[in-house]
């Protein structure tokens, strides 16, 4: 009994969960050692697996989880670095380019869907396209 190459990254949590049948797909490490196990207990003795392709599945699973982990902090890395940017935005004045806004930042608000700018007249600018920052 053979366990299938792995070729894709575990499925990891978003920003909006998703549901799911039942239950979160989520495999891990210990998920896949105990997979490993269970395959090698009920192996059939006179077809046993290649031990090559057991290595080689295992390495490939532990590149996956090392990617993954990456991700995980090269994500709170970029948040760290907005946080930062944004507090440099304190003081400073900006606007739209319509005009139709403008004012000092008293603060910023840091969320998940972008960086909203807090004038000093309570007005909310939230930061993308077509903002003038002097």
């Known amino acids: 009994?053979?366990?299938?190459?792995?070729?894709?990254?575990?499925?990891?949590?978003?920003?909006?969960?998703?549901?799911?049948?039942?239950?979160?797909a989520d495999l891990n490490y210990d998920s896949f050692l105990k997979l490993l196990i269970a395959s090698m207990k009920n192996q059939d003795p006179t077809k046993p697996n290649d031990p090559a392709e057991t290595m080689s599945q295992l390495a490939s699973f532990s590149n996956?989880?090392?990617?993954?982990?990456?991700?995980?902090?090269?994500?709170?890395?970029?948040s760290v670095s907005s946080a930062g940017q944004a507090a440099a935005?304190?003081?400073?004045?900006?606007?739209?380019?319509?005009?139709?806004?403008?004012?000092?930042?008293?603060?910023?608000e840091l969320r998940t869907d972008g960086l909203i700018l807090i004038l000093r007249g309570g007005m909310r600018l939230p930061v993308g396209d077509g903002i003038r920052i002097t």
């Open 89 to 108: 935005l304190v003081g400073k004045t900006v606007s739209s380019l319509d005009g139709a806004v403008n004012g000092v930042v008293k603060s910023v």
């Open 64 to 78: 996956v989880e090392q990617s993954i982990k990456l991700n995980e902090k090269l994500a709170n890395l970029i």
């Open 1 to 24: 009994m053979l366990i299938p190459q792995l070729s894709a990254a575990p499925p990891r949590q978003s920003a909006t969960p998703q549901a799911t049948t039942g239950t979160q």
